[in-house]
């Protein structure tokens, strides 16, 4: 049994061997999926801002550190300069610098830790609108049982108007819907927040607005804690639902709203009848109608038939007949009474099944099905067509094909002879001796033949 020496250094090949640069770029991405983005509180050291605006740092406590850095993007929306030594808060997610092996962060989100600048910000200007009587009950308006068309302003491409345009289709799906886009976060989104609610308030196109944007850090919320915003919503004529974050978060604008949701879900909630609820009311309102009129019509039957007895007992005579006559007319009058009652509820009941089937997105349906069946047979037409071409094409190369093919030539008794050493096929007899051997194709298989003699043309002429 032998055995096969490795050279030295070679590596078995059931062994999966990491480079550095491989090791790094999984070390990373393990650290970025598997933690999602944190906050972390310690003080600022080692501060670098480069020429290219981005912030570079150490994160330390009394037993550790970490670097970390801040990207251009990002640092620009701070509201206040970091500084060595100060202690601050940071939302990050954890990174590693593939080039170094670096264990890092990366933050988008920076506050003074404690009592902040923006927190300190934020709770004066509470404090300053709350004294002013802003959040006060009494200025709020009620929002309408059933808008005529609902307002939101937001960002036409977050995910905030997805929610809202979501839940308002379910809801009711019958209420127009109008969209105030503004942006909802940098340095000057309040200000064109605060100019889009002045112009809905202005301009009256909905009976109710819903000013809503998704979650983020107090930064990235910021634009509605400014005062400009809470001042537009304090003026607006329009009754205005606040949703703005998640739940645990509140800005300036949630206390100066008529009212706030705690998620952009939950304010289209708000804004809206449910549909199903309101079509069970008008059916059991049908129903307790139906009821009492035919119970009115019973009581009146009863009353009729006592005062009958009544005249018969006494005998009245004309009185009698007048008071027949009396009832009659009452007993008419109550069934038009009767009848255009039911009547006027049945075409409200019509009026709003038909706005829901008009809502319905059955017709469309329809019609895409009709379209995509002809779609489909314009297709089968233009293949159909297609392959007649290609086989018409087929069937002249096949015929051309077959005209100058040598194989036809076989057929009328020719034969293809090459010398047996190389294949090179024969065209003069000068071209091999006697005794080499050669190969003659037929049409029908092969014959090895040996040359004995080599006649020339004009020697076989002469002969001829």
């Not at 640069?21 to 050291?45: D, F, M, P, V």
């Not at 009729?304 to 008071?323: D, K, T």
Request: proline content about 5%; hydrophobic content about 40%.
């Amino acid at each position: 049994m032998s055995t096969i020496l490795q050279k030295q250094g070679t590596v078995p090949p059931d062994r999966d061997v990491y480079s550095v640069t491989r090791l790094n770029q999984t070390a990373r991405k393990l650290l970025e999926q598997g933690l999602a983005r944190i906050w972390l509180e310690g003080e600022l050291s080692n501060l670098a801002r480069p020429s290219s605006g981005h912030l570079y740092f150490t994160l330390k406590d009394s037993k550790a550190q970490i670097r970390g850095a801040m990207f251009r993007s990002r640092n620009q929306l701070l509201r206040f300069k970091p500084e060595e030594g100060m202690q601050v808060l940071v939302r990050a997610k954890v990174s590693l610098y593939e080039p170094r092996g670096d264990y890092q962060l990366i933050a988008d989100s920076m506050q003074e830790a404690g009592d902040g600048v923006l927190q300190r910000a934020f709770d004066a200007l509470k404090l300053k609108l709350d004294q002013e009587g802003l959040f006060a009950a009494g200025g709020k308006q009620p929002l309408p049982d059933l808008p005529g068309r609902i307002g939101v302003i937001t960002s036409p491409t977050g995910a905030a108007i997805r929610d809202v345009l979501s839940v308002l289709k379910r809801r009711f799906p019958a209420i127009p819907v109008l969209i105030y886009p503004v942006p909802v976060q940098g340095k000057d989104a309040g200000k064109e927040i605060a100019a889009m609610i002045a112009t809905a308030s202005r301009r009256k196109d909905c009976d109710v607005l819903i000013l809503t944007r998704g979650g983020g850090s107090m930064e990235d919320l910021w634009a509605f804690n400014e005062e400009i915003v809470a001042r537009a919503l304090h003026a607006c004529r329009i009754p205005v639902v606040s949703a703005i974050g998640h739940e645990v978060d509140f800005t300036i604008a949630d206390f100066v709203a008529d009212q706030r949701a705690p998620t952009p879900s939950a304010a289209a909630e708000l804004v809206t009848p449910d549909q199903a609820e309101w079509l069970a009311q008008l059916t059991a309102l049908q129903r307790r109608s139906s009821r009492h009129l035919q119970q009115q019509l019973g009581d009146a039957r009863q009353r009729l038939n006592w005062l009958r007895q009544r005249l018969q007992m006494r005998h009245p005579g004309q009185y009698l007949r007048q008071q027949a006559q009396r009832l009659d007319e009452l007993e008419q009058r109550s069934r038009l009474l009767i009848n255009s009652t039911i009547n006027n509820l049945r075409s409200s009941l019509h009026a709003s099944v038909a706005a829901l089937k008009q809502a319905a997105p059955a017709q469309r349906i329809d019609r895409s099905a009709l379209a995509l069946q002809a779609l489909s047979q314009r297709l089968h037409t233009a293949i159909n067509s297609v392959l007649q071409i290609r086989q018409q094409q087929l069937a002249v190369a096949c015929r051309s094909l077959d005209t100058t093919s040598p194989l036809a030539t076989l057929e009328r008794g020719y034969a293809i002879v090459t010398r047996q050493r190389d294949g090179h096929v024969l065209q003069q007899a000068a071209s091999v001796g006697p005794g080499e051997q050669v190969t003659a194709r037929l049409a029908q298989g092969r014959l090895l033949c040996t040359v004995d003699e080599c006649l020339e043309t004009e020697q076989r002429d002469e002969q001829d």
